[in-house]
């Protein structure tokens, strides 16, 4: 019979960083991270975010600064969210929105990649994503879908690099797809929310972005964004924007939610991009704050554990942290 060695040790392969580093099975990269920008029309000053430590709303000046030093810490892609002063039902204003873009791409041009969320939560009077009935009890979906790929279209005229849609309305990806490439922006990429799940955990961005729904009609964003009861309608919805031509599927909230980036991994070949959220962000910031956690140790841990779980790219309000920390991290 065979001789057994007991015990049968793993740890040689934990004795020391050296061999901790060698056998890693997941590696980091601050090449794989995208920063949120926040840009508020109806302010004169930058503003924190009540929870985002580190985290400002910008003016449509101060908002070049932010990126210079951004990209001297190694991060250059971002996604956008601009908030503009008007609240309205319909016939938005996206100059606000193209204004900045084109402002970014004349100061910074090819040194950053400009994804810009496209949503219409921060345009409207009742905060929802999309256009309202006349009582406000439903979400009209093909009035949605169309008002969103006219803004795309700006948004790629004005120079973005990528259209994020976030309102998570059906057709919308073939849509702004049809409309690009219409005009001849075939080269701008697709990341489509496609997976986003209805979730407590937008608190602090709703504040950032004054988007928190508030009608009597409908109360939340439930009939349009995803029961965090079904994982398959996650994987559909997913699969669906893929054939509509999205490039880059997301998956959102992402730390709560790493089984639906490990399944959804499973049924695709598109990049995966996991965006831990801004409530997912503060918690880690609120623990840190009391001293409960190391924080650059917290949050290298999640980016760890969603790029095992499947992430390809991660949005996170640290992105410009991510070169300095994962650099000198100790494992
Ligand atoms: C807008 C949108 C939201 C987020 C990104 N785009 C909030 C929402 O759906 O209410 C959340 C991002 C975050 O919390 O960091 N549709």
């Not at 794989?32 to 580190?54: M, T, W, Y």
């Not at 400009?114 to 009035?143: E, M, P, R």
């Not at 959804?264 to 070949?269: A, D, G, R, V």
Request: with cysteine; aromatic share 8%; hydrophobic share 40%.
């Amino acid at each position: 019979m065979e001789k057994l060695f007991y015990p049968i040790t793993q740890r040689r392969l934990r004795a020391d960083t050296h061999i901790r580093e060698l056998t890693a099975s997941v590696k980091l990269s601050h090449k794989s991270f995208i920063q949120p920008l926040f840009v508020d029309e109806a302010i004169n000053e930058s503003r924190v975010v009540n929870g985002l430590k580190d985290v400002e709303v910008d003016t449509s000046s101060t908002i070049l600064n932010t990126i210079e030093k951004s990209i001297k810490t190694g991060a250059t892609k971002f996604l956008l969210f601009p908030v503009p002063a008007k609240k309205k039902e319909n016939n938005f204003d996206f100059s606000f929105a193209t204004s900045v873009i084109r402002s970014i791409k004349e100061n910074f041009g090819e040194a950053v990649w400009i994804a810009s969320d496209l949503c219409l939560c921060s345009y409207t009077s009742h905060g929802h994503c999309g256009i309202l009935n006349d009582d406000h009890s439903k979400l009209i979906n093909h009035k949605t879908v169309d008002v969103l790929s006219k803004y795309a279209t700006q948004l790629a005229i004005a120079g973005a690099d990528c259209i994020a849609p976030s309102d998570m309305t059906d057709g919308r990806i073939a849509a702004i797809r049809t409309s690009l490439d219409a005009l001849g922006y075939d080269t701008i990429s697709i990341m489509s929310y496609s997976a986003k799940f209805s979730s407590q955990f937008y608190g602090p961005f709703r504040d950032a972005c004054h988007s928190a729904p508030n009608t009597n009609g409908l109360k939340n964003r439930k009939t349009y964004q995803l029961s965090p009861l079904n994982i398959n309608d996650a994987i559909a919805s997913s699969l669906r924007d893929e054939k509509e031509g999205a490039d880059i599927l997301m998956v959102k909230p992402s730390a709560l939610y790493m089984d639906v980036i490990a399944k959804l991994k499973q049924h695709t070949l598109k990049p995966i991009a996991a965006y831990h959220v801004s409530g997912e962000y503060a918690a880690i910031e609120a623990l840190a704050e009391k001293g409960l956690v190391n924080r650059e140790a917290a949050h290298l841990e999640v980016w760890t554990a969603l790029t095992r779980a499947g992430a390809d790219i991660i949005i996170s309000y640290a992105a410009k942290n991510a070169k300095e920390w994962i650099d000198k991290m100790g494992y």
